[in-house]
């Protein structure tokens, strides 16, 4: 019961929190200790120690696109939410499918016969001064 | 990471496998004879904002090219193996080097740094033509 309490008043304040545009924490537990330490996802910065997740950022909303995009950068995810929401169990299981079938593509194009990512770059390109100039020379910062 | 990033990029490495082949249409003129090769570097990265960020890097790769009186015209395919991290990669930064002799030294320069009269940490003899087409890096997503 006290706990209901807790949570309805958290809401509340979250809510109100929310209106005045204010920033809110996110927290993700993973399965998993992380793959990376930090990593931007959902739109906000993420910053992952061991297995767990934190980051902040406005609207307090979570989305199945948002973890799913974090879990694909540092490992399935158990438990997402923010101040004010958190993804049902049914989201999760959608955000961790989400995300292992962008790892599952991953891993079957490492394991075949190297059929690598390709793709072709705008120019480069760099014209200097006649030929014939002094010398290059370099000077480091001490 | 940003410090790890540019030693990545500035250290030309032996890649024997890939995971991602970067095709870079090169062309540069009148660069000073003290440079007979010059490199295009290229780091992919997980995350689309990784060229700026960092955030998602995957791995580097390096491939050189010789110049012939100070020019080159030609594409490039950089090879890239995923060493820092799981695929796949959804965008990329290549950065031009002009490798050269100073004083019995060989030494890289990034020629983004030619331009950069704010780049005091070195100061190189190779100047860019007035108003010529100058693209140093490029950057985009797979």
Redesign the interface.
């Given at each position: 019961m006290h706990r209901l309490v807790v949570v309805a008043l958290l809401a509340s304040v979250a809510g109100l929190a929310q209106a005045q545009g204010k920033t809110f924490s996110y927290e993700a537990e993973l399965a998993q200790a992380a793959?990376?330490a930090?990593?931007?996802a959902g739109g906000v910065a993420w910053t992952c120690t061991d297995t767990r997740c934190t980051a902040s950022g406005r609207g307090g909303n979570v989305s199945v696109k948002g973890c799913s995009e974090l879990a694909?950068?540092v490992g399935p995810i158990a438990r997402y939410r923010s101040e004010i929401k958190a993804l049902s169990a049914a989201d999760l299981g959608e955000c961790n499918r989400i995300a292992q079938g962008?790892?599952g593509?991953?891993?079957k194009?490492?394991k075949g016969p190297?059929k690598?990512?390709?793709?072709?770059?705008?120019?480069?390109?760099?014209?200097?001064?006649?030929?014939?100039?002094?010398?290059?020379?370099?000077?480091?910062?001490p | 990471?940003r410090v790890a990033l540019l030693i990545a990029l500035a250290l030309p490495t032996t890649v024997l496998?890939?995971?991602?082949?970067?095709?870079?249409?090169?062309?540069?003129?009148?660069?000073?004879?003290?440079?007979s090769v010059g490199s295009?570097t290229?780091a992919v990265f997980?995350?689309p904002?990784g060229p700026t960020?960092s955030?998602?890097y995957l791995g580097s790769g390096s491939r050189w090219f010789a110049l012939a009186?100070?020019a080159f015209a030609g594409r490039i395919t950089v090879?890239v193996k995923?060493d820092a991290?799981?695929?796949?990669?959804r965008a990329?930064r290549?950065v031009?080097y002009?490798i050269?002799k100073?004083e019995g030294r060989t030494?890289t320069?990034a020629?983004g740094r030619l331009a950069d009269p704010a780049a005091?940490?070195?100061?190189?003899?190779?100047?860019?033509?007035t108003g010529?087409?100058?693209?140093?890096?490029?950057t985009?997503?797979?």
């Amino acid at each position: 019961m006290h706990r209901l309490v807790v949570v309805a008043l958290l809401a509340s304040v979250a809510g109100l929190a929310q209106a005045q545009g204010k920033t809110f924490s996110y927290e993700a537990e993973l399965a998993q200790a992380a793959r990376r330490a930090a990593t931007t996802a959902g739109g906000v910065a993420w910053t992952c120690t061991d297995t767990r997740c934190t980051a902040s950022g406005r609207g307090g909303n979570v989305s199945v696109k948002g973890c799913s995009e974090l879990a694909r950068a540092v490992g399935p995810i158990a438990r997402y939410r923010s101040e004010i929401k958190a993804l049902s169990a049914a989201d999760l299981g959608e955000c961790n499918r989400i995300a292992q079938g962008a790892g599952g593509a991953a891993a079957k194009a490492a394991k075949g016969p190297a059929k690598p990512q390709r793709a072709t770059t705008p120019e480069i390109a760099f014209t200097g001064v006649a030929p014939g100039g002094a010398a290059a020379t370099v000077e480091r910062k001490p | 990471m940003r410090v790890a990033l540019l030693i990545a990029l500035a250290l030309p490495t032996t890649v024997l496998a890939q995971d991602a082949l970067l095709e870079v249409p090169v062309r540069v003129a009148n660069v000073s004879a003290a440079a007979s090769v010059g490199s295009v570097t290229c780091a992919v990265f997980a995350d689309p904002s990784g060229p700026t960020s960092s955030v998602g890097y995957l791995g580097s790769g390096s491939r050189w090219f010789a110049l012939a009186n100070g020019a080159f015209a030609g594409r490039i395919t950089v090879p890239v193996k995923f060493d820092a991290g799981p695929g796949p990669a959804r965008a990329y930064r290549c950065v031009l080097y002009f490798i050269f002799k100073d004083e019995g030294r060989t030494l890289t320069l990034a020629a983004g740094r030619l331009a950069d009269p704010a780049a005091v940490e070195y100061r190189a003899a190779f100047k860019a033509a007035t108003g010529a087409r100058l693209v140093y890096e490029v950057t985009g997503m797979f």
